[in-house]
């Protein structure tokens, strides 16, 4: 959980790593190009005049590239905030403490005169913080793809269409 999240290693395709790099003006200005570029345009309906159809392109771009610069530049401060909440809350912390001290101490303790692995819990880790994890981080994963590629997924949408199918399913099961 903690490699995903904060590891700072070169090596290391973490949040925080892409994180990092957003206060270079240079990588932000790149990200923005190609965030706010307009898709083709084609424009039907004035074949006859070719400079209106130019105006009529250019006003749809000049519209798409405004609100797009608009939505980039929320999106990075978002995205940097996110992650330091995440990072400063209570479970991150707790993530934090278990991979230093398992660090520390060699991912192994003597426990009456034996050696023994850590448990989760000797660290303030209970059941259920990998999935609160990874629900702190889903919102920032899908803005950062949408900032970095410029696409995004409607995974609350996806998941509903597999439980709408897999109920139809089991209801057509328990009618055989």
Known sequence: M???????????????????????THLIEQLRADFC???????????EDPALKALVKKQIQE????????????????CQKCFKEIKESDLGRRVENARNKLIAHN??????????????KDFGLKWGDAQEVVL???????????????????????????DDRAKHFW???ERA
Not at 38 to 45: A, K, L, M, T
Not at 107 to 120: A, C, F, I, L, Q
């Open 63 to 78: 519209g798409h590239i405004k609100s797009k610069k608009q939505e980039f530049d929320e999106l990075v401060p978002r």
């Open 2 to 24: 903690r490699a995903l999240l904060f590891d700072t290693d070169d090596r290391v395709a973490s949040l925080a790593n892409v994180i990092k790099p957003l206060v270079n």
């Open 107 to 120: 991912e192994m303790r003597t426990d009456n005169g034996e050696r023994r692995s850590y448990n989760p």
């Open 171 to 173: 209801e057509r099961v």
């Open 136 to 162: 702190a981080a889903k919102k920032l994963v899908f803005d950062i793809n949408l900032l970095i590629n410029n696409s995004s997924y409607d995974v609350d949408g996806f998941r509903k269409i597999l």
């Open 37 to 47: 570029d307009p898709p083709g345009i084609q424009v039907g309906g004035h074949d």
